[in-house]
């Protein structure tokens, strides 16, 4: 079985300051483990992915997350907040050679203060 | 040009009612699938689908049926429709089934049920 944790359901930050969206799995088998953004009313947009290369996967936007097997963690940061950051944010687990979609997180809500 | 494009973009209708949501992809993918999402934004896979399975997520009334024209299409009709069923719904499409492929999703359609 495979499953992911997001610890925090929201997350407020000041503009300019840096942002921590904290992702724990589980899984049997090497995951592959993505980062997903919705802005209010929109769709899903892949931010980053990581597939079992480098550890460190920078994505778009300035957002880039570490995959520390250790820890079985999976966080996304980004140095300094924009207030087009603000949005829910979504850590998602696959596991590899079947069909059966992703697993997703129960989502983190970013919001950014000016 | 839209990757992967739902119709209609909002839907309401009443208890009981029988009714379809259409997706489209033209990147030329090999699978599609259906992602519910609850007011609590939580997502959860509903189905996903190529030209050779159907994978049926265990937790999905037998209301809810994909239906897939050609390759490029995957529409989700859903028969005597429950005040339960509002949700948002995500069609998403990938180059291959399972592993480190990218899923591309639409935009949501948000369907109420009265």
């Known amino acids: 079985a495979q499953s992911v944790t997001q610890l925090d359901s929201h997350v407020s930050v000041s503009e300019g300051t840096p942002v921590l969206l904290r992702c724990n799995y589980s899984?049997?088998?090497?995951?592959?483990l993505f980062w997903y953004v919705q802005h209010p009313n929109k769709g899903l947009q892949l931010l980053l992915k990581y597939t079992s290369a480098a550890t460190l996967v920078k994505g778009i936007n300035g957002f880039e997350a570490e995959f520390k097997k250790s820890e079985t963690s999976f966080h996304l940061t980004k140095p300094s907040a924009h207030m087009s950051d603000a949005a829910e944010y979504f850590c998602?687990?696959?596991?590899?050679?079947?069909?059966?979609?992703?697993?997703f997180g129960k989502g983190t809500h970013l919001i950014i203060q000016p | 040009d839209t990757a992967v494009s739902q119709t209609p973009k909002y839907l309401v209708t009443q208890m009981g009612n029988d009714k379809s949501i259409k997706c489209e992809q033209n990147l030329g993918h090999d699978t599609m699938y259906w992602y519910k999402q609850d007011s609590k934004k939580f997502l959860k896979i509903m189905f996903s689908?190529?030209?050779?399975?159907?994978?049926i997520n265990e937790t999905v009334p037998n209301r809810f049926s994909p239906k897939s024209p050609d390759k490029a299409h995957l529409n989700l009709h859903i028969n005597s429709l429950e005040l339960g069923d509002s949700a948002v719904y995500f069609c998403a499409s990938s180059q291959r089934a399972g592993g480190a492929d990218t899923q591309y999703f639409g935009p949501g359609t948000r369907l109420t049920v009265l």
């Open positions: 899984s049997s088998y090497s995951p592959s």
């Open positions: 689908y190529n030209n050779k399975e159907l994978i």
């Open positions: 998602v687990v696959e596991l590899g050679g079947g069909a059966d979609g992703l697993t």
